[in-house]
């Protein structure tokens, strides 16, 4: 990377949130809805510019996303309107988790509500890889009446869709899904199948690998009525000493898309492109759960 170059190559809902969020331009007029993670007040603010429905905030993204401060909680809760989902995990690594790690959660969860963020994302699973409906149904009764998320948790699951029958039954309005793949495009057939198996019982939003070339073409084959992205890009940061061989972190190194003085922020001019494409009547989409 050329650093003298600028820039780098529901059912369960919170009925507080409905009333005091401004309707977002995709809200009103598109048929699917854009969820953008987040990991910064910028990033928040520019998913909003760009026109999302709402933004999941979380820290952490090379780790799959990890639960935000309380300190970034508030920010982004007082700079933006649209709704702002919390991602409930507290480490990386597996969905099984220890009892400590467990009243983590739970403690989290109440400080979501005290904040006033309009829902929570979260997912634990057994050491088998089901569902543990236990500890759903424990996190989902602390959360409400905030909104509710199954996270790609369930992407880890042995049978996607005795999962998804699972959280049905537990009541959970959505699940986030990459149809059991690295990616939403390689687990298509897989998310299409199981929005017809729910057959409007509960939301199944796909993301993962999700980007502003190939979002609406997805939604258009599979018929999803919510999708997940970052939509990022990325810039340098403000320092202009830029140190090369020493890292943050083990696992990363200083090569050409990855060094301690890159940021990546969500990308308001890429999210209103996929947001004006999914609000487009010439973008027909069928709502397979409704097909018998």
Not at 38 to 48: G, I, K, L
Request: hydrophobic share 35%; aromatic share 4%; net charge negative.
């Amino acid at each position: 990377m050329n650093s003298s170059s600028h820039e780098p190559t529901d059912r369960v809902q919170n009925p507080a949130s409905s009333s005091s969020s401004s309707p977002s331009p995709s809200s009103s007029s598109a048929s699917c809805l854009l969820e953008v993670c987040v990991d910064s007040v910028a990033s928040a603010r520019a998913a909003e510019r760009g026109g999302a429905s709402r933004v999941e905030l979380c820290v952490g993204m090379v780790d799959g996303g990890l639960t935000p401060s309380i300190g970034l909680m508030r920010a982004v809760r007082r700079a933006v309107a649209i709704p702002v989902m919390a991602l409930i995990r507290p480490r990386p690594g597996d969905f099984c988790y220890t009892d400590d790690e467990f009243s983590v959660m739970l403690d989290d969860i109440d400080m979501c509500r005290e904040i006033g963020v309009d829902g929570v994302v979260i997912g634990v699973l057994n050491a088998d890889g089901t569902v543990d409906e236990k500890r759903t149904r424990l996190l989902a009764t602390r959360a409400h009446p905030m909104s509710v998320t199954f996270h790609r948790a369930i992407d880890m699951t042995p049978d996607l869709s005795a999962a998804m029958e699972t959280l049905i039954q537990l009541s959970i309005p959505r699940l986030l899904t990459s149809g059991g793949e690295c990616d939403a495009i390689a687990g298509q057939s897989t998310i299409t199948s199981l929005l017809k198996r729910s057959r409007g019982r509960i939301s199944i939003m796909a993301g993962g690998g999700l980007n502003e070339q190939n979002t609406v073409a997805f939604v258009t084959a599979t018929g999803v009525s919510e999708v997940h992205g970052s939509f990022r890009s990325q810039r340098w940061g403000e320092m202009s000493y830029r140190k090369g061989g020493v890292y943050m972190g083990g696992e990363r190194r200083n090569i050409a898309d990855e060094t301690e003085f890159v940021l990546k922020e969500a990308d308001g001019e890429k999210i209103k492109t996929v947001v004006q494409h999914l609000s487009s009547p010439a973008t027909r989409m069928v709502r397979i759960g409704d097909i018998p």
